[in-house]
Nanobody
Framework: QVQLVESGGGLVQAGDSLRLSCAASGRTSSPYHMGWFRQAPGKEREFVAFRNWRDGSTFYGDYVKGRFTFSRDNAKNTVYLQMNSPKPEDTAVYYC??????????????????WGQGTQVTVSS
């Protein structure tokens, strides 16, 4: 079992920056790939970013590519989502997730075993 706790959300102006954190506890010695998802009111939960546990490679949803960066601090068992130049359309509840799976494309929320409680990000214009 892995427990995930997000923090760092809040109100930010468009063009500023914000960093979300996700602290993991529990069986963190086991390999888990990590993902970030978001869900805006009335919309489906959508993929934001993925980080491979083994080699640290990342990929992003097209709508955040070049603006968001997914990083990890192994010593702190924490992953981060650096949000640069956020836009009002980035407003959503952001969730971090972990998966023990090694197959799949990792962009579907159903591929992840563990979820944090979410943190609200609101971007004002």
């Amino acid at each position: 079992q892995v427990q995930l706790v997000e923090s760092g959300g809040g109100l930010v102006q468009a063009g500023d920056s914000l960093r979300l954190s996700c602290a993991a506890s529990g069986r963190t010695s086991s390999p888990y790939h990590m993902g970030w998802f978001r869900q805006a009111p009335g919309k489906e939960r959508e993929f934001v970013a993925f980080r491979n546990w083994r080699d640290g490679s990342t990929f992003y949803g097209d709508y955040v590519k070049g603006r968001f960066t997914f990083s990890r601090d192994n010593a702190k068992n924490t992953v981060y989502l650096q949000m640069n130049s956020p836009k009002p359309e980035d407003t959503a509840v952001y969730y971090c997730a972990a998966t023990s799976r090694s197959d799949g494309n990792m962009i579907s929320w159903s591929e992840y075993n563990y979820w944090g409680q979410g943190t609200q990000v609101t971007v004002s214009s």
